[in-house]
């Protein structure tokens, strides 16, 4: 059964990944929306929207290869956007296949391996999430303006055909500026709301060491696309519905997803800049991450911790990065704690079990010196450094001495 495992998760992958654009390209013409009203249009860009905003890649490379079968002559198709070129969705669709099999070969490629493509592809998807939002976006909502104000008729829908919507006649004036004054707007931020969301999953992966986790973590965000895509099919209405309920579930975590979001983008940076070797703690205020064990304070908020004259230690932090700051006691004294020297980021623990703060990856090789700043019990192996010493411990093989190295 597990050598199937692995195959079985591909083609899951792979069937999710193909399943929007699959959806769309086998909507009959006669299943177009029959609403011809006006509003029909925003109902069906809340839905694009949403969907690209889920996995910006694959929904902006599926939207595009979805405009691009829709257009009948060649002019029409060197009339498309950038995005519905073949240059761009070919190379975005072949991306997100290789991902795809990247999460599902996960339980047979090593972590030393996987993580770093992990890392490429939270990089990828903050990068492709800026372009839609400052691209693919804009021109969807600026495109809806044009079909309610009577100016244009360019394609919104997932899978939905746009011929024969009724439009709104101004005469001769192109009023559909002032009607992108507040569509754009409320696209980019509808946008950034489920993006944020969808991103922890992202960073979820980056934390999680079994490679079945994210592919389930990337199957279920597929899924939800593929599921958003066959709705706005079917009726842009029904498509706008669903969408609403995610950007309700997106509003309700976006503090959440907004914490998991600064973590990644520190865990990325520092990663593949190799920081920690232009790095050294100082001998106090050092900035890291709030764990499960700091009372008040959410999970993963960035901060300082600052070790008082009194021996208390302290955390110091502001809400959302830009709010007052805020301070909150540890409780426990620098004795009780000790740092956890992990493979890819460390941890500081309390010494009878459970996380305080997570140290972001540019204190790698630097554990020692943090310990002896903030006067913490020692330094210990933790998570899969700790399991290969035990593995090294029950072969026999001698560990290098304390203070070498790494």
């Given at each position: ?7 079985l998760?591909l ?14 390209a086998?909507a ?32 902006t ?37 290789a ?9 047979v490629?090593p ?6 493509l ?6 990828e ?20 303006s ?13 899978g ?7 439009m ?73 519905v ?11 975590v ?37 764990s499960?064990g700091l ?17 208390d230690?302290?955390?110091y ?7 007052p ?19 890819f ?7 009878s ?12 090789g630097h ?40």
């Amino acid at each position: 059964m597990k050598r199937l495992t692995s195959p079985l998760l591909l083609a899951l992958a792979f069937a999710l990944v193909l399943a929007p654009l699959a959806f769309a390209a086998a909507a009959p013409a006669a299943s177009a929306p029959k609403d011809k009203s006006p509003a029909a249009p925003l109902a069906a860009a809340v839905s694009t929207v949403t969907g690209i905003a889920i996995s910006p890649l694959l929904g902006t490379g599926a939207f595009g290869a979805y405009q691009w079968m829709q257009a009948k002559t060649e002019a029409e198709k060197a009339a498309l956007p950038w995005y519905a070129q073949w240059s761009f969705f070919g190379p975005a669709l072949l991306l997100v296949g290789a991902c795809a099999a990247k999460d599902a070969l996960g339980s047979v490629v090593p972590p030393g391996l996987k993580k770093p493509l992990d890392v490429l592809e939270t990089i990828e998807n903050k990068a492709t999430g800026l372009v839609a939002a400052g691209a693919v976006v804009p021109l969807t909502m600026s495109a809806v303006s044009k079909m309610v104000l009577g100016g244009g008729t360019a394609a919104v829908e997932h899978g939905a055909q746009t011929g024969g919507l009724a439009m709104l006649p101004l005469g001769a004036a192109d009023l559909s500026w002032l009607l992108n004054l507040a569509t754009v707007p409320f696209g980019v931020a509808m946008f950034a709301l489920v993006w944020m969301a969808s991103h922890a999953i992202n960073v979820l992966i980056l934390l999680s060491p079994w490679g079945a986790i994210d592919a389930a973590l990337k199957a279920a965000r597929t899924g939800l696309l593929g599921l958003l895509t066959l709705s706005a099919t079917i009726n842009p209405w029904l498509g706008a519905v669903l969408s609403l309920v995610v950007i309700v579930v997106a509003y309700l975590v976006a503090g959440w997803a907004f914490r998991l979001t600064v973590f990644g983008s520190v865990f990325c940076w520092e990663f593949l800049s190799g920081r920690k070797n232009r790095f050294s703690p100082t001998e106090n205020d050092n900035r890291l991450f709030s764990s499960s064990g700091l009372a008040g304070v959410p999970v993963r908020t960035y901060g300082r911790l600052v070790l008082r004259t009194s021996g208390d230690l302290e955390f110091y932090y502001r809400p959302w990065l830009v709010l007052p700051e805020r301070s909150a006691k540890v409780g426990l004294t620098g004795r009780e704690l000790a740092v956890g020297r992990g493979l890819f980021f460390s941890t500081i623990d309390a010494a009878s079990g459970g996380a305080w703060f997570v140290l972001p990856p540019r204190y790698r090789g630097h554990e020692d010196t943090l310990a002896r700043a903030y006067q913490l019990g020692g330094v210990r192996e933790a998570g899969l450094r700790k399991a290969w010493s035990a593995l090294k411990e029950l072969l026999g093989v001698k560990s290098a001495p304390a203070g070498a190295s790494a």
